[in-house]
Antibody, heavy 118, light 107 residues
Framework: EVQLVESGGGLVQPGRSLKLSCAAS????????MAWVCQAPTKGLEWVAS????????YYRDSVKGRFTISRDNAKNTLYLQMDSLRSEDTATYYC???????????WGQGASVTVSS | DIQMTQSPASLSASLGETVTIECRAS??????LAWYQQKPGKSPQLLIY???SLHTGVPSRFSGSGSGTQYSLKINSLQSEDVASYFC?????????FGAGTKLELK
């Protein structure tokens, strides 16, 4: 069974940093691109970033470029999102997702809640 | 960026009814379109990819159609477990973008 389990969320002050992790199991992690998608409270979904199988290619939405870094450790079957210079508008639930066939996001974690507030 | 305009924002329907949700892209996305279902308090689940391909395990009452800039999701014979929010998403080009969502409730 494919499982994605996020961790590392919490309450953080504006301007500080937070690092999310996503532990993958039930599939060959190194064979799949991965992504982070966020959802602000009572709002819709927003793609945040994606990373290729080997980590050599990364893609970001404009609002997080230069502040967030997506990375992966294929030996540990883990995806990361380093979030720096956090803003109140980054407050959201962050989902880890697998890019399946045709790059569609075919498996999702349960989400990690991030609240940016003083 | 490709804008995804989804309608309606909310929908109320009866059990057994057929419902349709529409999604319009701001440019041709060449069938790079997925539909997701999200139940309250849960993570999104893939329903349809490539505009009209049913994801593994998804009931056949769900179907997708469309091309170019216009796409739709149809749910035949609505069941109580279909109460959820539905989102379209284009993956033709980065940045990937989602529709604002449709909240489906029972009448």
């Amino acid at each position: 069974e494919v499982q994605l389990v996020e961790s590392g969320g919490g309450l953080v002050q504006p301007g500080r940093s937070l690092k999310l992790s996503c532990a993958a199991s039930g599939f060959t992690f190194s064979n799949y691109g991965m992504a982070w998608v966020c959802q602000a409270p009572t709002k819709g979904l927003e793609w945040v970033a994606s990373i290729s199988t080997g980590g050599g290619n990364t893609y970001y939405r404009d609002s997080v470029k230069g502040r967030f870094t997506i990375s992966r450790d294929n030996a540990k079957n883990t995806l990361y999102l380093q979030m720096d210079s956090l803003r109140s508008e980054d407050t959201a639930t962050y989902y880890c997702a697998r890019h399946g066939y045709y790059s569609v996001m075919d498996a999702w974690g349960q989400g990690a809640s991030v609240t940016v507030s003083s | 960026d490709i804008q995804m305009t989804q309608s309606p924002a909310s929908l109320s329907a009866s059990l057994g009814e057929t419902v349709t949700i529409e999604c319009r892209a701001s440019e041709d996305i060449y069938n790079g379109l997925a539909w997701y279902q999200q139940k309250p308090g849960k993570s999104p689940q893939l329903l349809i990819y490539n505009a009209n391909s049913l994801h593994t395990g998804v009931p056949s009452r769900f179907s997708g159609s469309g091309s170019g800039t216009q796409y739709s999701l149809k749910i035949n014979s609505l069941q109580s477990e279909d109460v959820a929010s539905y989102f379209c998403q284009q993956y033709y080009d980065y940045p990937y973008t989602f529709g604002a969502g449709t909240k489906l409730e029972l009448k």
